[in-house]
């Protein structure tokens, strides 16, 4: 495809992923991996590569904003951010090999300060944060509370659990979510 029809693409795939809870390059990853499938421009596992006319690959995101900055406007070429060979065409489509290759990687559940302890492959961790993590973030069950909290706190909840409750113990306002949790330290 031509340089015009990937913007448009591009563009129009980025309204329909606003829905993505994860960002794929801020990960912790705790598997290593082989540098070739890292994004030259991002320095990260590629995230939906897409190759150019002197077979160089890169990020989706990172191509289009490397289109965008560094094409002159009269002209229907790019150069590539790696070697500045002149582009007209880029391809989506890439082995899927490597797809699979950065998909394997072994990342860190981006909840894990809620505490959450899973390590996933990067390709199951969309799923595994939309459907089974139980300390991703979610509204709070009272409709008209605007905090959120971890989906095993909501989940056992019948209204809002935001408010705070005195400790018996310590004398101290502890917010109901974490009151259980106070009690079992002292």
């Given amino acids: 495809m031509d340089i015009e029809e990937f913007l448009a693409m591009t563009a129009e795939y980025d309204t329909e992923s606003d829905n993505e809870l994860i960002d794929l390059r801020s ?11 890292e ?23 990172c191509l289009r904003s490397a289109i965008t900055t560094f094409r002159s406007t009269d002209s229907d070429e790019f ?15 890439i082995p899927r090999l490597l797809i699979n290759m950065c998909d394997d990687i072994r990342v860190r559940c981006p909840f894990v300060t809620n505490g959450c302890e899973e390590l996933v492959p990067r390709g199951h961790l969309q799923s595994h944060v939309e459907k089974y993590c139980i300390y991703r973030l979610v509204p709070c ?13 909501v989940e056992q909840a019948d209204g809002c659990i935001h408010h705070f409750l005195k400790c018996p113990r310590c004398s101290a ?3 109901e979510q974490d009151f259980q949790v106070n009690l079992s330290i002292l």
């Fill in 39 to 61: 994004c030259p421009i991002c320095h990260c596992p590629f995230v939906q590569p897409v190759r150019i006319q002197c077979d160089h690959i890169f990020c989706e995101s």
């Fill in 173 to 175: 306002y502890v917010m």
């Fill in 141 to 153: 069950a009272d409709d008209t509370c605007l905090l959120t909290a971890r989906y095993m706190d």
């Fill in 79 to 93: 150069p590539c951010p790696s070697c500045r060979t002149p582009s007209t065409q880029i391809s989506t489509n």
């Fill in 27 to 37: 990960l912790d990853f705790v598997s290593s991996y082989d540098p070739h499938i």
